[in-house]
């Protein structure tokens, strides 16, 4: 199994851009699909982004389509999610996840996650 830690969180004023960091350990992140999640206050958790093992395929959720681009450094058992232009909705605590399935509907690995504060 694989352990994953996210840092990068912060507080930032809207229009800014923070990048979250996920390093994995146990078996190397190549072995899995990654993703990136979100709960703000109140609310579900969503997906956000994810990447094929591969790297070369991704989604994004429409709402932060644009504006945030996830990538892999398999060679560093890292995962980023680079945020541009936030916007004061994206706050909320963001999670790493990992899964032998790209298309998972119920991941397998996660991280504790990292609050991401935009303020207006």
């Known amino acids: 199994q694989v352990q994953l830690v996210e840092s990068g969180g912060g507080l930032v004023q809207a229009g800014g851009s923070l990048r979250l960091s996920c390093a994995a350990s146990?078996?190397?992140?190549?072995?899995?699909?990654m993703g990136w999640f979100r709960q703000a206050p109140g609310k579900e958790r969503e997906l956000v982004a994810r990447i094929r093992r591969s790297g070369t395929i991704t989604w994004y959720n429409g709402s932060v389509k644009g504006r945030f681009t996830i990538s892999r450094d398999d060679a560093n058992n890292t995962v980023y999610l680079q945020m541009n232009s936030l916007k004061p909705e994206d706050t909320a605590v963001y999670y790493c996840a990992a899964d032998s399935n790209y298309y998972s509907t119920s991941w397998s690995y996660w991280g504790q996650g990292t609050q991401v504060t935009v303020s207006s």
């Open positions: 146990g078996r190397p992140s190549s072995s899995y699909a």
